[in-house]
């Protein structure tokens, strides 16, 4: 432990060194223009889409081995609700930044939604305002007036949009899921570095939506402002009225300080038209670059800010459990059935703490933090799954500030962090340097349950540690993580460093690495990330002739478990144009075979990937039955460090947009893959025997039956369609058949044993294996037939999405969503795999803070039925009141325990929770 807190000081040392040799750059100054009626009158344009980014992806098909593994962030997602299918809003500018002077109020507005009060007569109006989608800069369909002000302790917004009150699309949403419906935008860069702004969005009744916009089009909608907004729907639209506390803010400020801001409007029937205060320009990629100025934020109060949330879980938890018993001779713990079991009552008292160190700086603490998930994770098909599934963060505390330490290759993934004792996190920003600290001891590699510490089965997990006499129950994790990265130039390009750590008994993880990103021209970026990683703990040694004895083998004992010393290497880069009608991205991410990263996530190693996507637009019209068209043509090969190619793909799809919010298209994904055994378990060699390496667990054969290699041709076309033909109802649909996708041959648990020709042989002599040893004594019995090595085959898919919310009334909606996925095999006609996923949700908001909300997931494959009930009071970020229920069981399953089939209903688990948290917030 002492050696691994060394390297990691080290690193930070390294990081320090970084910061002091960075060069600052000069910042070019703007033009300040008035600040009422301050736009130029520019002649209207023809109508053009809008380009795509540079995370173009082809819609999802059934072959997700082979779907190119684009470099993405965790956790983000685009406001724009065509984003699925459509171009999400991009960047652009046309003309020379325009600088706002603000407004001191010398009285305090009413926050009630009626812009009334006299003190909005002298505020900063802004009133010229410009149709960008899917117009190009053109007049828009409505007018809006926005107001700015503010005084020592507050930031004020007001809105006043034109309307027909009617045809007004709004309802009382929760809180971020208001951009399905007209809505406000207000972007706000108080640093004015072009590279991340806080997004803040109203609906026509004054729902707030909230987060933080890394430029690049990534939103972290987790993010939380403690504000005042109201709206209300008027004779002639509707007004909005927001009052945002410096303190919930980190800003510069003072003489000379700038703020960058956009204000946006979305109507939604309209097509959904984007009107901008500030043109956007699509000849230039980026939405900040393009921003207006605010300047005049003087005398403001500076504020050390303390803010401390006290939460209290109770919960109550009943599950299923084995039921144990000493038998046999000498005796031992051998599970002899299951048992329902009901728990006591849990209290869970947590504190997290927010110290504002200064404007820019804020320090976070958490004690034994209540991390109980109000939402559970989405149900996810898992059959066929050859890498790990990524789930995004859903917790609070970690997701707070987390645009500052994600990246290309994703080395921070704060799930690894499952359960800490306690958390610290450091994040600020201080003139160009923006820097990050993470640390936190987490309990869960050591804790195990009362029944997996006397099951014979579970102890393996817990006694496999290189010392005998110690033991990882009870122990925890040491986990850090440092973030740093420099603003250089006047664009927004910067260049970053990053560390993290992971310590646990056997197992130990450093990381390090630079990241950049460029600004080349108006249109084009470039983007790189280079990381090392040093570990000592078990990796997979496909080729090694005798696995250590304290680590068991896997299934099939034909995993080789060794624990040593590796080091890896990760890369990852991306250079992206994006132009009016024309744009293209060329990206790629390496991992080799050692590369490890334990405190983030990682789909693949030992892989090099590389894709080349290019995408047309036309110059789209509101007025046409096809507004717009978009085709884009993704071409990606992987290869692995020793040269062998692992696949190749090229994914071309065409979108259309239709009037009244209603997308279409399709597309073809065509492609060649290859598997090598070793990438699956052993690899082969005529000369292991049992006689020449004296090892039982030698074996001249390799994890695959038959040859060493696979490789297959795959095709799939899909089809795809999303509408919002009106406010009360949305729907879409994708459907991709797929031939040649590969079944794996891992089976689909019990309810899809393996169908590979050789697994149907060894069904059938085990079959007859029962048979034969049914009237014959224990020690008459013959060993059984053993069970043939993976036979990866070429199969017909079919994948299927679908969806569908309504929203009868404006409190309440309902929504159904179903996936499909099925698999069925060429060489024997069955079928692998049949998943069938439905999830209900529906919500009744009484108020903008008081909601019930249920849910209920089914899966066929694993017949499990998942269902949370939840009664939710959360008056603003912080304080919050919950109770719920949460439910599992199974449907005609099979027991986990006994491997037999159960009809009926039959309970896992259930729990009973109420947790209360109270926000403190008091200024020194």
Not at 67 to 94: H, K
Not at 375 to 388: G, H, K, L, S
Request: glycine share 8%.
């Amino acid at each position: 432990m002492k050696n691994s807190v060394y390297k990691f000081v080290c690193l930070v040392l390294l990081c320090i060194v970084v910061m002091c040799v960075s060069v600052s750059a000069q910042t070019v100054p703007e033009t300040v223009v008035p600040a009422r009626n301050d736009t130029p009158t520019i002649a209207p344009s023809p109508e053009i889409s809008n380009p795509s980014t540079a995370n173009d992806s082809p819609s999802p098909t059934v072959n997700q081995t082979n779907a190119a593994e684009v470099s993405t962030v965790p956790n983000t997602e685009s406001i724009n609700t065509i984003a699925a299918f459509g171009a999400p809003l991009v960047d652009r500018t046309v003309r020379a930044k325009t600088v706002v002077n603000m407004v001191r109020f010398e009285s305090v507005p009413v926050i009630d939604g009626r812009l009334d009060d006299a003190v909005w007569r002298g505020a900063a109006r802004l009133d010229n305002f410009y149709q960008t989608q899917p117009g190009d800069n053109v007049r828009p369909s409505k007018a809006t007036e926005a107001y700015f002000g503010y005084d020592a302790k507050h930031f004020y917004i007001a809105i006043h949009a034109f309307d027909e009150p009617s045809q007004i699309r709004a309802s009382i949403a929760k809180r971020d899921e208001i951009f399905g419906e007209d809505n406000i935008r207000i972007y706000l860069d108080t640093f004015n570095d072009r590279r991340r702004a806080y997004l803040i969005g109203f609906n026509p009744l004054g729902i707030q939506a909230d987060g933080i916009y890394t430029e690049g089009g990534r939103i972290d909608f987790s993010f939380d402002v403690v504000m005042e907004s109201k709206g209300i729907i008027t004779e002639d639209g509707y007004t909005i009225e927001v009052a945002i506390p410096f303190k919930s803010l980190r800003y510069e400020a003072g003489k000379g300080k700038q703020w960058g801001f956009h204000v946006w409007r979305n109507i939604a029937r309209l097509n959904d038209e984007i009107d901008s205060f500030m043109p956007i320009s699509r000849d230039i990629a980026g939405v900040l670059n393009q921003a207006g100025k605010l300047t005049g934020l003087e005398g403001i109060d500076t504020e050390r800010t303390i803010e401390i949330i006290p939460s209290l879980t109770l919960s109550e938890t009943g599950r299923r459990v084995g039921v144990f018993a000493l038998v046999g001779e000498p005796p031992q713990p051998a599970r002899v059935g299951s048992r329902f079991t009901n728990g006591s009552l849990e209290f869970e008292p947590g504190l997290t703490a927010k110290f504002g160190l200064t404007p820019t700086v804020t320090l976070d603490f958490a004690l034994n933090p209540d991390f109980a998930q109000v939402e559970a994770d989405a149900t996810v098909v898992t059959a066929n799954q050859r890498f790990p599934i990524f789930f995004p963060e859903k917790r609070l505390f970690f997701l707070e500030g987390i645009d500052i330490f994600q990246t290309r290759m994703n080395i921070l993934n704060t799930r690894a962090i499952v359960d800490p004792d306690y958390a610290a996190k450091l994040t600020g920003k201080r003139g160009r340097n923006s820097f990050g600290f993470i640390l936190a001891s987490d309990n869960a590699p050591g804790n195990f349950s009362d029944e997996d510490r006397i099951d014979p089965d579970r102890r393996s997990s817990y006694t496999r540690f290189l010392d005998p006499t110690a033991t990882i129950l009870d122990r925890n994790a040491l986990i850090g993580v440092l973030r740093v990265k420099r603003d250089i130039g006047a664009k927004d390009s910067s260049l970053g460093f990053f560390a993290t750590t992971y310590n646990f008994i056997e197992r130990h993880n450093h990381l390090a690495g630079f990241d950049g990103r460029f600004r080349l021209t108006p249109q084009t970026f470039a983007e790189f990330q280079i990381t090392g990683t040093t570990s000592r703990r078990v990796f997979f040694d496909p080729d090694n002739l005798f696995p250590d004895p304290r680590f068991p083998a896997g299934s099939n004992r034909t995993t080789q478990n060794i624990y040593r010393t590796g080091n890896g290497l990760g890369y990852s880069y991306a250079l992206d144009k994006t132009g009016r009608n024309f744009g293209y991205t060329l990206n790629g991410v390496g991992r080799t075979r050692d590369y490890r990263a334990d405190v983030g996530f990682t789909p693949r190693t030992n892989t090099n990937q590389h894709r080349l996507a290019v995408r047309f637009s036309d110059d789209p019209d509101a007025k046409r039955r096809i507004i717009g068209k978009r085709l884009t043509s993704s071409f990606i090969t992987s290869h692995d460090f020793q040269g062998h190619s692992q696949n190749h793909q090229n994914v071309t799809e065409l979108t259309l947009t239709l009037q009244r919010n209603t997308y279409i298209g399709g597309g073809t994904e065509a492609g060649f893959e290859r598997l090598f055994e070793f990438e699956f378990g052993r690899a082969r060699n005529p000369s292991r025997t049992r006689e020449l390496t004296g090892s039982p667990n030698a074996n001249p054969n390799g994890a695959f039956f038959g040859a060493p290699e696979r490789s297959a041709y795959y095709f799939s076309p899909f089809v795809f369609i999303e509408s919002a033909p009106i406010q009360k109802l949305r729907g879409s649909l994708v459907v991709a058949p797929t031939w040649g996708a590969f079944d794996f041959d891992f089976g689909g648990g019990d309810r899809f044993p393996r169908v590979s020709p050789p697994a149907l042989v060894y069904q059938a002599e085990l079959a007859a294996y029962e048979i034969l040893i049914a009237n014959l004594k224990p020690d008459e019995r013959p060993p059984p037939p053993v069970s043939p090595p993976l036979d990866p085959g070429t199969g017909r898919a079919l994948f299927v999405e679908a969806g569908i919310r309504y929203l009868p009334v404006s409190a309440f909606n309902v929504s159904l969503n179903y996936t499909k996925s099925r698999l069925t095999r060429d060489d024997t006609n069955r079928v692998a795999f049949d998943d069938n996923i439905f999830v209900l949700r529906s919500a009744y908001q009484f108020t903008r803070f008081i909601v019930a909300r249920g849910r209920v997931d089914y899966s066929t494959l694993t017949a499990n039925v998942r269902a949370q009930f939840l009664l939710g009071y959360t008056p603003s970020p912080g304080t919050a009141f919950f109770a719920g229920y949460n439910d599992d069981v199974n449907r005609n399953g099979f027991s986990r325990f006994s491997g037999q089939l159960e009809p009926g209903f039959r309970r896992n688990g259930r729990t009973f929770f109420i947790k209360a948290s109270y926000l403190f917030r008091k200024s020194i």
